[in-house]
């Protein structure tokens, strides 16, 4: 009978209405951070294999014109490093257009247009990353509220009794302990989630720097041995 008393079930159905909210949010908050936490990991996977598909093609000997049409004609189900590039190839191929021949010109535009492309894809990246911060550093606290919230509740429930025992004590103290453990449910695997995110976000980022980096000393060189060629790299 105390087993059964005494079970998670039991506790959360006999606790008070405040931690019974409580228990509710942080299990809602749980559910929302484990599919936050199973979208950004196939997110990333997906953006770190667009990366090195489109990287791969960059690196065979294919022209730059024809990758440019080529990340055009895919726009949508281009990676963010595709998009990057065409970006800078865009720029690059406008400036043209108005017959700007400075090499200082073009280089810059095409790298401003790549960088502007690059916090826009990178905000991107970053999307549910704050969410699961805030659910690591928040959660504690919310359960922590209702462990006091349901001590003070159990303990106003004892000021009318003349003997208080282990027994009448336990119940009460457990079910409000509950809240905590609900609540370090959730944020454990959120923070867990968060550090992984952050530091594969931080390596697709550098990644990323580094192919701007690359491409701009490509369309220096092209700019320096051919002028107003774009046509290899």
Known sequence: MMNQDMSIAS?????????????????????????????????????KELNEDFERDFWSGNSLNDLYASAAQNAKQAGPMERIFASGMREYQKLRERRISDPGTLLDGARRAMRASFQREMDVIESSLSFLGSVASVSPYVGLFGTVWGIMHAFTGFAGMEQVTLATVAPGIAEALVATAIGLFAAIPAVIAYNRFARDIDRVATHQETFIEEFSNILQRNLGGQPGSSSGH
């Open 11 to 47: 506790l959360v159905l006999n606790a008070s209405w405040v931690v019974q909210i409580v228990m509710v949010l942080l299990l809602g908050v749980s559910v929302a951070s484990w599919a936050a936490i199973f979208r950004k990991l196939f997110a990333l996977k997906r953006v």
